[in-house]
């Protein structure tokens, strides 16, 4: 049975990865762990609860496309999976599909097992999609690279480890700014978010770089045992294979109804951003020149010049009230009926909620309140719940008061 998530005190944990720093550089490090109340503004009629327990970094799930399972993806590798009938249960640990811990490598806290997703042809070809960092030595320069492969699932749900083939490999100058995500959009294509390379300022100048993959989101093809460019990119530069650069860290995107891209990119010195461009519309963010509403000058001043206009930008926040970094979310077409028709995102540091929705043909953002966690993902449960993964390792669900489930 799922129970009310309840912290009346305002709880700090060291991070098992303390000291380690998101730009390779002195002057910034993540902070320790935050646990607090969940709070979320009345008007919305929503409450956390625990959904499920017991992982260590629990950053996606998805549903099985055959079979009646939720599987969560949890950085340090593993793959765990949930029967959904009705027999479901927060307090079941669940079954291991996969663990390939001595596969990746978790020297920086944005590394590990970065994305997954099922073959579009799951039900006959019983493939899946991962994306992780290379295992490496964690001592000295980084030699751990961001990998794109396929693995099988064999007749008993599980992982075969032997069958992980590499399909793709980023050389990855730093050890962060991975990206990773992957997403599905049908008929065998995937979107696969990179990261600028790492460190900061994007001292390679890899972001308004439009011939390396590093900054950019990625259009493929899988079919069989091998990716190809897709035919969808109209326009396609030196790279056939990319579809939108001039962006930092796309941790996390999501495609609407409308076939539209809502892109959550991690900033920098003083701007969290959130994207929006038609789906195929290949499209230049901006970075390094640019950082939300602002030129980007490294070590400059935080300073929103609203004459500069960008189309695809929908909004930007601050790092005021202990926000540090964007974690995107879902265009919301399932889920708590408050939340419907909103892209919602939140913020890693500060464990804050904010959905976008259209008023009267305007993009306006909306304030939810805090969910005490530092949020590190978003998924969808069993039933369409809409679920927030915490770097503590928790799950919780925003549910509206008084529901059934």
């Known amino acids: 049975m799922m129970r009310a998530l309840v912290v009346s005190l305002l709880i700090v944990v060291p991070s098992a990865l303390g000291g380690c720093l998101s730009d390779d550089s002195e002057e910034f490090s993540w902070p320790d762990v935050i646990i607090s109340d969940c709070n979320i503004l009345e008007e919305y009629d929503l409450e956390c609860i625990e959904y499920l327990n017991g992982l260590l970094n629990p950053i996606l799930s ?49 590394q590990g097992l970065l994305g997954f997703a099922f073959d579009y042809d799951f039900e006959n070809s019983n493939k899946v999609l991962l994306s992780y960092i290379e295992s490496g030595p964690c001592d000295g320069p980084n ?11 064999d007749a008993q749900g599980k992982m075969d480890s032997e069958s992980i083939t590499t399909l793709m490999e980023i050389e990855q100058p730093y050890r962060n700014h991975n990206g990773g995500h992957i997403v599905s959009i049908g008929e065998g294509e995937y979107l696969w978010g990179i990261g600028d390379g790492g460190s900061a300022n994007d001292p390679e100048g890899n972001g308004q770089d439009d011939s390396t993959k590093l ?21 396609p530069g030196e790279d056939p294979y990319i579809l939108h650069y001039g962006l930092r860290n796309p941790w996390r995107f999501d495609v609407d109804a409308e076939n539209r891209l809502w892109i959550s990119d991690v900033g920098q010195n003083c701007w969290e951003e959130v994207n929006l461009v038609p789906m195929f519309e290949s499209t230049n963010f901006g970075w390094a020149e640019m950082e939300g509403p602002q030129p980007f000058e490294a070590g400059g001043g935080c300073e929103s010049n609203n004459s500069i206009s960008s189309p695809e930008l929908v909004h930007a926040y601050s790092h005021n009230n202990g926000n540090c970094s964007i974690t995107g979310g879902f265009w919301m077409d399932w889920g708590p009926e408050s939340l419907l028709e909103s892209y919602i995102y939140g913020d890693f540091c500060s464990g804050s909620m904010w959905s976008i929705s259209d008023t009267n043909g305007v993009w306006e953002n909306n304030y939810l309140g805090s969910v005490g966690k530092m949020i590190v993902g978003f998924g969808k449960g069993h039933s369409d719940q809409l679920i927030i993964f915490g770097w503590d390792g928790s799950i919780i669900e925003l549910r509206e008061k008084n529901s059934e489930l």
Do not use: K
């Open 143 to 153: 030699q751990s690279n961001l990998i794109l492969a396929y693995a099988t699932i």
């Open 62 to 110: 998805i549903e099985h496309p055959n079979l009646p399972e939720l599987w969560i993806i949890d950085l340090n590798g593993f793959i765990i999976s949930w029967s959904t009938d009705s027999n479901f249960d927060a307090n079941n640990p669940g079954t291991t599909v996969a663990d390939l811990g001595s596969l990746i490598g978790r020297c920086h806290m944005e």
């Open 215 to 235: 900054g950019t989101i990625l259009l493929f093809s899988f079919e069989g045992d091998q990716i190809s460019p897709s035919s969808s990119i109209s326009s």
